[in-house]
C-alpha cells in the first residue's frame, strides 16, 4: 500500500552502508525538542533586545542607555567592581556556557552521541565551521595586520537561539536530525570559541587566584557527585550549596585574568549526568544535570543572553554614511564574508569529507541541499561573536563598533539566505513530519521509532 505522505518509510533492517544524519531514539528526540522549544523563545526576545538596544543607541536616549551601561557597582578589593555591560559578558554569559558545557556532557556520556559514528559529523561540521571562517577573516585583513588580525574568532561561532528563531519565522519544519545537528554543532563550536577565549584572548594571568581556583572547583565536583546520596535529590541542596561554592569558582577566575565564562564550563563538565544507582535506581527521580538543565535554560535564553545582547549590541550607527564607514572597515568585511561565506563552506566541507571517506551515505530522507541550508544557517552569530569582539578591540574602541555592525549584517545575510534554502524544502519536510507523526498502535511513540530503534536492536 502506498505510502500516504508519499515519503518512503525508512528500511527496519540493518544494512552495512553507514548512515549519518539518521534519525536519533524517541528520548533524545522529545528531550531536545523541548530544548530547542526554549531557545526558540529565547531568540524572540533576544531579537527585541537587539532592536531595542539598537533604537536606544541611535536616538535621544543614547547618553542614558550608555550610561546605564557603564555604571558600577561590586567589591572593589575582589575586582568586583564591575560595570553593568561587563556583569553581563561576565556573569551571565556564564550561566550560558555552563549549560553549553552540561548540553555537550549529557550528549556525550547519555544521548545518542555517545556513538562516535554519529558524533563525528557534527563534531567535524563545528569544526570546519571554526577554521574556514578564521582562514578567509585573516586573508582579508592580512594587508591591514596588526590590530585588526585580533578579530580572527569572531565569526566563528553559531548562535542557536538566533538560529531556530529565524526557523520560527519561515515557518521550517526543518527535520529532527538536521534540528539536532544543528544545535550539536551549536554547542560545540560554543565550546571551541571558549577554549579560544582562554587561550587567546587572556592576557596578564595572576597565578594564585587561579591555583586557588582549583579548591572550590574540586569542591564543587565533589558535592554535585554526591549531590543525590547526601541530599535524597532534594532541588534545594543544588541552589543553596552548590549556587555560592559555583560563584566562588567564578570569582577566583575572573580575579586570575582568564576569562569568568571559563568558569561556567568547568563548572558544567563537572556535573555527573548519570545518576548513582546507590540513590535508587531508575525512580529515584532526574538526575542533577537533567535538574540544573531545567531550571537553568529558561533564565539563560530568557534572561542572561537577551540582557547581554540588550548591553553589547548597542552601537551608534552614524547614519547612512556611518553605516557606509563601519561596513568598509576590513575587520567588517572579513566578518560577513566569513559568516555568509565561510561559515557555509566549513561546515558543508567538513561533514561531506567525513561522510565521503566513512563510505557513509545521508539519511534517505535528506538531500544534500538540505546540509547546505543548515550550513547557511550556522551562518547566524551573535552572542558569541559579540563577546569575543569585545575581548580582541576593546569595548567602543571603532573597530569593536565595525565588527559588531558586521555581525549584525552578515547573520542578517545568513538568516536569509537560509531562508530562500530551506523554504524551498518545506514541501518535503511537511511529508515526512506527516509520515513521522504515524501512531498506528497509538502506543504514544510513532511508529518510526520503535522501528527505527527495533532496527538498531
Do not use: C
Not at 534545594?236 to 576569562?259: C, D, E, K, Q, Y
Not at 551608534?316 to 556611518?322: E, F, P, Y
Amino acid at each position: 500500500m502506498t505510502d500516504p505522505t508519499n515519503v518512503p518509510t525508512p528500511p527496519t533492517n540493518p544494512v552495512s552502508t553507514r548512515v549519518v544524519l539518521r534519525r536519533g531514539t524517541y528520548r533524545e528526540f522529545v528531550r531536545v525538542s523541548a530544548i530547542l522549544r526554549k531557545e526558540t523563545v529565547g531568540g524572540a526576545i533576544l531579537l527585541a533586545a537587539t532592536v531595542t538596544a539598537l533604537i536606544m543607541a541611535n536616538s535621544g536616549f543614547s547618553d542614558s542607555y550608555y550610561a546605564f551601561r557603564d555604571f558600577e557597582f561590586g567589591y572593589e578589593p575582589w575586582h568586583l567592581k564591575l560595570s553593568l555591560g561587563t556583569w553581563a559578558a561576565d556573569g551571565l554569559l556564564a550561566v550560558f556556557f555552563f549549560l553549553a558545557g552540561l548540553e555537550l556532557k549529557r550528549e556525550f556520556v547519555a544521548g545518542d552521541l555517545r556513538s562516535v559514528s554519529r558524533a563525528i559529523v557534527p563534531v567535524a561540521a563545528a569544526v570546519g565551521g571554526v577554521i574556514i571562517p578564521a582562514v578567509i577573516f585573516v586573508l582579508i585583513n592580512l594587508q591591514s595586520g596588526g590590530e585588526t588580525l585580533r578579530g580572527w574568532a569572531i565569526p566563528t561561532a553559531t548562535d542557536i537561539a538566533f538560529a531556530l528563531a529565524v526557523l520560527a519565522v519561515i515557518g521550517s519544519k526543518l527535520p529532527p536530525a538536521l534540528r539536532i545537528f544543528l544545535l550539536t554543532l551549536a554547542v560545540v563550536d560554543d565550546l571551541l570559541a571558549i577554549a579560544i577565549i582562554a587561550f587567546f584572548y587572556t592576557t596578564d594571568i595572576a597565578f594564585p587566584p587561579l591555583l586557588l581556583a582549583i579548591i572550590p572547583l574540586a569542591l564543587y565536583w565533589f558535592v554535585a557527585h554526591k549531590y543525590s546520596h547526601f541530599f535524597k535529590n532534594q532541588t534545594w541542596a543544588a541552589w543553596v550549596i552548590l549556587l555560592p561554592i559555583g560563584f566562588i569558582t567564578w570569582a577566583l577566575l575572573h580575579g586570575s585574568g582568564v576569562h569568568a565564562t571559563v568558569a561556567g564550563v568547568l563548572l558544567g563538565f563537572a556535573v555527573p549526568v548519570l545518576r548513582s544507582q546507590r540513590s535508587g535506581g531508575p525512580n529515584a527521580g532526574p538526575g542533577l544535570a537533567e535538574i540544573l538543565e531545567h531550571r537553568l535554560r529558561p533564565l539563560s535564553s530568557g534572561v542572561a543572553i537577551p540582557v547581554f545582547a540588550f548591553f553589547s549590541a548597542g552601537v551608534t550607527l552614524g547614519g547612512v554614511d556611518g553605516l557606509f564607514n563601519a561596513l568598509t572597515d576590513p575587520v567588517a568585511i572579513g566578518i560577513v564574508v566569513a559568516l555568509v561565506i565561510g561559515k557555509p563552506i566549513g561546515v558543508l566541507l567538513a561533514t561531506f569529507l567525513v561522510t565521503k571517506t566513512t563510505k557513509a551515505t545521508l539519511d534517505p530522507d535528506l538531500a544534500w541541499i538540505d546540509v547546505i541550508g543548515v550550513s547557511i544557517l550556522a551562518g547566524v552569530g551573535f552572542t558569541v561573536s559579540l563577546l569575543i569582539s569585545e575581548l580582541a578591540f576593546g569595548l567602543d574602541s571603532p573597530h569593536d563598533d565595525h565588527a559588531k555592525v558586521a555581525i549584525l549584517v552578515g547573520s542578517l545575510l545568513a538568516a536569509l539566505f537560509a531562508t530562500a534554502v530551506l523554504r524551498g524544502r518545506n514541501r518535503h519536510y511537511g511529508r515526512i513530519a506527516a509520515r513521522d507523526a504515524i501512531d498506528s498502535d497509538e502506543d504514544g511513540i510513532p511508529d518510526v521509532y520503535q522501528n527505527n530503534e527495533a532496527s538498531n536492536s
